[in-house]
């Protein structure tokens, strides 16, 4: 039987590790082809991994030209291009606002909130192009909840929301779909150096855990099956919208903290 991404090329960011990794997997099982970018180096492991399906590519995402190469290796290598997975992330430094560093201010905006907007830039005139498209931003449940001593990460996860909801208006009508997902807390390597309280906080104003619905049976998360969800052709009215997902109360959790 034919996965509900078959035939599609996506581009997913952050792919060397976590909820990026996942994605990537789950895409190609749904029959997807898929350009794994990532600074690090472990996209190489996880193109390795999934086989032909998959190609990796060194991307810093807060780098026009790295951006533009990204997008067209999709194009490049399989001939096509659909899907844009604008994942990268970090958490950057914790400190109040009076002592935050604007070197780290900035660290946090180029690849939570610049890269947003690049990829966005030069994905768009590329699905213009051929009459369609689909983006995914990664934002967070930081974009709309306030976490103190993490200025630079909220102000750019709620950019990353609000960009979303911009292309979503300006591009509807042109066939192009653009969303966001908002994980609440997900065990990755952000996670990981967070306080305990910012990860009981986050899961209580979570809707996704407040309604119990964290994990599907059988998948390795909710993000990656919600993210698929929202890119198969038949979610067409799917634009502009918030999608809340969390994995911390699942036992597969650890599956996307390798990285």
Same mark, same amino acid.
């Given at each position: 039987?034919?996965? &509900?991404?078959?035939?599609?090329?996506?581009?997913?960011?952050?792919?060397?590790?976590?909820?990026?990794?996942?994605?990537?997997?789950?895409?190609?099982?749904?029959?997807? $082809?898929?350009?794994?970018?990532?600074?690090?180096?472990?996209?190489?492991?996880?193109? /390795? $991994?999934?086989?032909?399906? %998959?190609?990796?590519?060194?991307?810093?995402?807060? $780098?026009?030209? #790295?951006?533009?190469?990204?997008?067209? @290796?999709?194009?490049?290598?399989?001939? =096509?291009? #659909?899907?844009? %997975?604008?994942?990268?992330?970090? *958490?950057?430094?914790?400190?109040?606002?009076?002592?935050?560093?604007?070197?780290?201010? #900035?660290?946090?905006?180029?690849?939570?909130?610049?890269?947003?907007?690049?990829?966005? =830039?030069?994905?768009?005139?590329?699905?213009?192009?051929?009459?369609?498209?689909?983006?995914?931003? @990664?934002?967070?449940?930081?974009?709309?909840?306030?976490? +103190?001593?993490?200025?630079?990460? %909220?102000?750019?996860?709620?950019?990353?929301?609000?960009?979303?909801?911009?292309?979503?208006?300006?591009?509807?009508?042109?066939?192009?779909?653009?969303?966001?997902?908002?994980?609440?807390?997900?065990?990755?390597?952000?996670? &990981?150096?967070?306080?305990?309280?910012?990860?009981?906080?986050?899961?209580? /104003?979570? +809707?996704?855990?407040?309604?119990?619905?964290?994990?599907?049976?059988?998948?390795?998360?909710?993000?990656?099956?919600?993210?698929?969800?929202?890119?198969?052709?038949? =979610?067409?009215? *799917?634009?502009? $919208?918030?999608?809340?997902?969390?994995?911390?109360?699942?036992?597969?959790?650890?599956? %996307?903290?390798?990285?």
């Amino acid at each position: 039987m034919a996965g &509900r991404l078959e035939g599609k090329v996506a581009v997913v960011t952050g792919a060397g590790s976590g909820i990026g990794e996942a994605i990537a997997e789950r895409f190609c099982r749904e029959g997807a $082809r898929v350009v794994a970018a990532d600074i690090s180096g472990r996209q190489n492991e996880t193109a /390795r $991994r999934i086989g032909a399906s %998959c190609r990796a590519v060194h991307a810093d995402v807060s $780098r026009s030209a #790295d951006v533009q190469a990204m997008l067209e @290796t999709a194009r490049s290598a399989f001939g =096509r291009f #659909d899907i844009l %997975c604008n994942n990268a992330g970090i *958490d950057g430094a914790m400190a109040k606002t009076g002592e935050y560093s604007e070197e780290n201010f #900035d660290q946090v905006w180029s690849i939570n909130g610049r890269s947003i907007f690049l990829g966005m =830039r030069y994905a768009i005139p590329m699905m213009l192009a051929t009459g369609s498209g689909s983006i995914v931003n @990664t934002t967070s449940i930081a974009s709309i909840v306030a976490f +103190p001593t993490m200025i630079a990460y %909220c102000a750019a996860k709620g950019a990353a929301l609000q960009m979303t909801r911009v292309a979503a208006a300006e591009y509807a009508a042109q066939g192009i779909r653009v969303n966001a997902i908002l994980p609440g807390p997900v065990a990755t390597g952000i996670t &990981r150096h967070m306080p305990a309280e910012y990860i009981e906080g986050g899961q209580a /104003r979570d +809707p996704a855990t407040a309604h119990g619905g964290a994990v599907r049976a059988g998948e390795r998360g909710l993000v990656p099956g919600q993210r698929r969800g929202v890119l198969h052709h038949g =979610r067409g009215h *799917d634009r502009g $919208r918030r999608i809340y997902a969390s994995l911390m109360r699942s036992p597969l959790r650890q599956r %996307c903290a390798r990285g």
